[in-house]
């Protein structure tokens, strides 16, 4: 079962420093959605690709977030300049472009000092 | 604008006993609507889903739920709870067209099934 894969699973970084998440998703999905969840909170959306198109941004993806889908494929979420705030989980998930529920995969805890 | 509200942070149930996991949300026109379920150190999976139809929908691992569009609501029901379905438990619903499906969740509740 090749289901969603996130990779790493855990992030440690100093404020300031750049990361870069990679999400596998499920290979016939064509859908691949971005969340980040906080503690006692649900995921929230960040961002979502239909192939390689970026389709939508919530207003919490700030410019120093950029995500990239460039094959319609894997799909990378980069943080700029980490602040104590980006500490979270970050998921990952995919979808079929005519389904409606979503496969997540594991997601990164990224946690900033 | 779109909202779920899941009132109970935590659920409490002898193994054996049926659980109700409560949700309500707001949209507007006819909504999808979702639970998930997330294990420890584990994404969240997908139990069942209202699209249309029969207000009752039957999911994974013997979990069922009710669409109710006069209350809103759309409460996860299991008639005999397993010590194994303690985990958290998330509804969404997402708008029911644009295509995008993008889900807005609730705040998650924590069901605990004790022996």
């Known amino acids: 079962d090749t289901g969603v894969s996130q990779d790493p699973r855990h992030k440690i970084t100093k404020r300031g420093q750049n990361v870069t998440f990679r999400c596998d998703p499920i290979s016939e999905h064509n859908r691949l959605y971005w969340y980040r969840q906080t503690l006692g909170q649900g995921p929230e959306f960040l961002t979502y690709f239909q192939n390689e198109a970026q389709l939508e941004k919530s207003r919490l993806l700030s410019d120093r977030f950029s995500a990239e889908r460039p094959k319609g494929s894997f799909s990378t979420l980069e943080i700029q300049r980490t602040e104590q705030g980006d500490s979270a989980m970050y998921l990952c998930a995919s979808s079929l472009a005519t389904g409606t529920e979503q496969y997540f995969g594991p997601g990164t805890r990224l946690t900033v000092t | 604008a779109q909202s779920v509200a899941q009132p109970e942070d935590q659920v409490n149930v002898a193994e054996g006993n049926p659980l109700t996991v409560k949700c309500t949300y707001s949209v507007s026109g006819n909504p999808y609507l979702f639970w998930y379920v997330q294990y420890p150190n584990r994404g969240l999976q997908f139990l069942l889903k209202?699209?249309?139809?029969?207000?009752l929908v039957k999911g994974s691992y013997g979990f069922e739920a009710e669409f109710n569009k006069s209350q809103t609501s759309f409460h996860l029901k299991k008639p005999s709870a397993l010590v194994s379905d303690s985990a958290l438990y998330f509804c969404a619903v997402s708008p029911p067209s644009g295509g995008s499906y993008i889900p807005t969740f609730g705040r998650g509740t924590s069901l605990i099934v004790h022996p």
């Open positions: 209202y699209i249309t139809g029969d207000n």
